[in-house]
């Protein structure tokens, strides 16, 4: 092996891990996925959607960049939400900066003051990006950035709107700039380091998140059950169908009935909606079998979030 092939990246090369909070609902994750350039983490309009750590790579030529996207810090109600927080405060340690999200058409608010007081523990730069700024006027947004920039003395406040594409490599270039200089930490083609399983896991419950109302968002979880690769027919050049078997777990059977839909229409929209995504990611085309089933106040019991994968 020459060192051409050792050593096949600049030699100001630079990688480091970014943890990315904020609120919940703070636009966290679709930061994430417009930064890595593809969906690796779920979006939804309900608070709390986030609730695994994942890690999102964004891979430059001069440099790497390892997002850790976390659960939004917010007061918990639950084991579940104490479980979420825990999360996002191990999810400081060892990181080389932290993004804070903050929505440009929401106030600062108590969380986010309690927020940065957890962040000022990890002892590493905190850089602040004023998320959604397509939804306010510039004025609205010039008092933003005033009401950021006397929060906290921030590395570096970038104004940026995920959804419209504004500004987005900004974000990426100034956080780059301040990583140390690093060999590549993951391969140069990797985009995330989470299991297929757990992100078909994620497509399925933010297709069942859609349009859900009231708790119902916080009492669906997924788990995928197994996944089979078909025999291949003979004669047929077509890659075989992979078989997905999936649950989405429910707390009380109301809720399940909710999930189901009349005659069983909303849960194969779900299907349909789920399968798009996992087709995407997997490029091949799978048979995805959904299944409803009622585990009574997940949330909190110690065993059934076990089982659940918290």
Request: proline content about 6%; overall charge negative; charged content about 30%.
């Amino acid at each position: 092996m020459n060192d051409q092939m050792i050593h096949d990246w600049p030699e100001d090369y630079r990688a480091g891990f970014i943890s990315i909070v904020g609120r919940p609902n703070a636009g966290k994750s679709t930061l994430t996925n417009a930064l890595v350039g593809t969906k690796i983490v779920i979006t939804a309009n309900q608070p709390e959607t986030t609730r695994r750590v994942v890690r999102g790579i964004v891979q430059r030529d001069n440099g790497q960049l390892i997002l850790v996207d976390t659960p939004g810090l917010h007061r918990p109600r639950t084991l579940l939400g104490e479980r979420l927080n825990d999360m996002v405060r191990d999810s400081l340690e060892g990181v080389d900066a932290a993004l804070m999200c903050l929505p440009a058409d929401e106030k600062v608010g108590p969380g986010d003051r309690y927020l940065l007081r957890e962040l000022a523990k990890a002892q590493v730069p905190i850089f602040a990006a004023v998320t959604k700024v397509d939804k306010v006027s510039r004025e609205d947004l010039a008092h933003k950035l005033i009401e950021v920039s006397q929060l906290h003395d921030f590395a570096e406040i970038v104004p940026v709107s995920a959804v419209a594409g504004e500004q987005v490599d900004l974000v990426g270039d100034v956080l780059l700039s301040h990583m140390p200089v690093s060999p590549p930490l993951y391969p140069r083609d990797a985009i995330t380091d989470e299991s297929d399983e757990a992100m078909i896991a994620e497509f399925i419950r933010e297709a069942a998140l859609t349009d859900v109302r009231d708790e119902l968002p916080h009492s669906i979880a997924v788990v995928v059950e197994e996944m089979i690769e078909r025999e291949p027919r003979p004669g047929v050049k077509k890659q075989p169908l992979l078989d997905i078997h999936a649950h989405i777990f429910v707390e009380r059977p109301s809720q399940k009935g909710i999930i189901i839909g009349r005659g069983g229409q909303r849960l194969r929209k779900v299907g349909q909606e789920a399968r798009a995504n996992i087709e995407r990611l997997l490029g091949r085309r799978v048979f995805l079998d959904l299944h409803v089933k009622v585990a009574k106040d997940w949330q909190r019991d110690p065993k059934q979030l076990g089982r659940l994968g918290f």
